[in-house]
């Protein structure tokens, strides 16, 4: 369940923000005074796949992980979001305003978030705030050509080499299996790659 937000979020949104492109407290304003928040539990889910999903979220702190079930029932990892940062832009994980993805916290953490139309809304009055929405699709699209590169390019320890590039320790907070899935790999081939690479 949503509730009201600190200044504290709201700092932090903007500052999450201003990592893709500029934006004033004015810009962001409308956006600012709808942002509603939510503490979640490690195990916790902020999304269901199937769910209603009409909002744009920020992970304040924590990390959540994004995945999905694959034909034979198997979850596979999609992706890890380790706040502050913000979660992958609606129109890229819902389709016909339903969630496509879950996106489940692995350890306490803090997301707030405001509805998808208001952004666009907002987006249409104000320049910044269209340049700050392309920014982040933007940044969506590559990421996710990136990984669609890596997964058919890439051996197996490259990708892991680039895992921990991007995101430092990630190792020491997620279940090893999780990671395995996200890179494609079985988890005894995981294993088998961090002695070799040092863990």
Not at 49 to 57: L, M, N, S, W
Not at 119 to 129: D, F, G, I, Q, Y
Request: proline share 5%; aromatic share 4%; charged share 25%.
């Amino acid at each position: 369940m949503l509730s009201s937000t600190t200044d504290a979020d709201r700092r932090a949104v903007l500052g999450i923000a201003a990592g893709f492109a500029p934006v004033s407290d004015a810009d962001f304003a409308p956006l600012l005074q709808a942002l509603e928040g939510r503490d979640l539990a490690a195990g916790e889910a902020l999304l269901h796949a199937g769910q209603a999903d009409a909002r744009e979220f920020f992970v304040l702190s924590g990390l959540v992980r994004l995945s999905v079930g694959d034909a034979q029932g198997r979850e596979v990892t999609l992706g890890f979001c380790a706040g502050p940062c913000v979660l992958p832009p609606s129109i890229t994980r819902t389709r016909d305003g339903r969630s496509r993805i879950d996106a489940t916290a692995l350890e306490p953490s803090r997301v707030a978030g405001f509805d998808a139309a208001l952004l666009t809304a907002t987006m249409l009055r104000h320049p910044a705030v269209q340049r700050w929405g392309d920014a982040v699709l933007r940044s969506e699209l590559l990421r996710k050509a990136d990984r669609e590169w890596q997964l058919a390019a890439l051996p197996a320890a490259e990708r892991l080499a680039l895992l921990r590039e991007a995101m430092p320790g990630l190792e020491q907070r997620v279940a090893h299996r999780l990671i395995a899935s996200y890179l494609g790999v079985t988890p005894v081939t995981l294993s088998r790659l961090r002695r070799q690479l040092g863990t």
